[in-house]
């Protein structure tokens, strides 16, 4: 399948998913990368292969905030994320989750918006984030 971030037809366009992920990800492009630290993150493993089941960066944008990008490339299952800002403690955050209901879903002229961000309700608890990243999920979040 063609990897392109918008398709056109004639007087027809439509952003595809690969659009909404690099959308997601602006907020870190030119901010400065942070160390992060993952402990017990979980493997994904798949026909014999085995791959980290949780990645994550971390970066602080042009405006001071911290933000977060995270990636569940489980396709089945969720995974629960508790996050603590080493020098600081997270009071509000927001985030925005990229998934589909099934790992081929794309979207088409006929359907459009079947792949697209949706808002994330970020829960503070105890000055850290915990976040329930769902299968197949790209998540970015600003801490503010």
Known sequence: M???????????MLL????HAFHLYRPLQGATALPEHMSNAPEYRHGGQAISGLSASAARD??????????NPDPNNARQVRVR??????TRAR???????AMDAHNGFGQPEVVRPS???????????????????VMVVVVE
């Open 16 to 19: 595809t998913p690969t659009y």
């Open 95 to 101: 985030g925005r989750v990229l998934t589909a209901g």
């Open 85 to 90: 800002v080493q020098g600081a403690e997270a």
């Open 119 to 137: 808002d994330y309700a970020v829960e503070v608890q105890d000055g850290g984030l915990v976040l329930e990243l769902p299968p197949k999920s």
């Open 62 to 71: 042009t405006n001071g905030n911290l933000q977060l990008a995270l990636v």
């Open 2 to 12: 063609l990897q392109a971030m918008i398709l056109t037809d004639k007087e027809k």
